[in-house]
């Protein structure tokens, strides 16, 4: 059974998200204020953190930075009633995976929370010796190596952290070299569900992803095609 944590202050919001997910087969935990549920996911080992930006105690923009201190890869949901593209945006730089516009329908909130879950990096409790390998695991394009067994990253022998999301962005990616790819199809691969395409969540996403492995801009990988999206090629 996965386990999400809910953090938010609105008693009936609250009820209508625990009801619904619990009925779907989930196991749902709540924290109606920012620091307890900060200390929520830092004490237990959850799959999907489902966080409101208003929130007493710690807003939800400094709940998602101290949880990401610690964890990488735990998929994190904002909800919002700030539905403007700044805010949204602001909440994805501080390490949200997606989010949720109030009010909204169940039906979308289940939509979201399927497609996280489907896309979140799971923590291999395996220990992998860095010399076994595993062919089928092991991507390498130019001086960038990635083993989706371990899910470790490095470019030019440097190990690189990536967020859940940065994570499947580079695969697909890896998957699809030198072709160039459009933003619908960044959306519906890497997201899994439909998004307005007014909005810049795969701008921002792919400039995250270039902070961290495009850092030399003779070396850079990721390039942009103006007015048809994105390519992965060497340099």
Known sequence: MKKIVLIEDETSVV???????QEKG???SVAFDGRTGVSLVQENDFDLVIL????PEMNGLDVCKEIRKTNKHVPILFLTALGSSENIVLGLENGGDDYLVKPFKFIE????VKSLLRRSVPVSTTEVSEDETFNEYLFQFSDLKVNDYTKKVTRGGEEISLTSTEYKLLMY??????KVISRAE????VWGVNYELGTNVVDVYVNYLRKKIDNQDDKKLIHTVIGMGYVLKKP
């Open 15 to 21: 009820s209508f998200i625990k009801k619904g997910l």
């Open 26 to 28: 989930y196991e749902v």
């Open 52 to 55: 409101d930006i208003m929130l």
């Open 109 to 112: 909130l289940v939509a979201r």
């Open 173 to 178: 990616f890896l998957n699809n070299p030198e």
């Open 186 to 189: 960044i959306l519906d691969a």
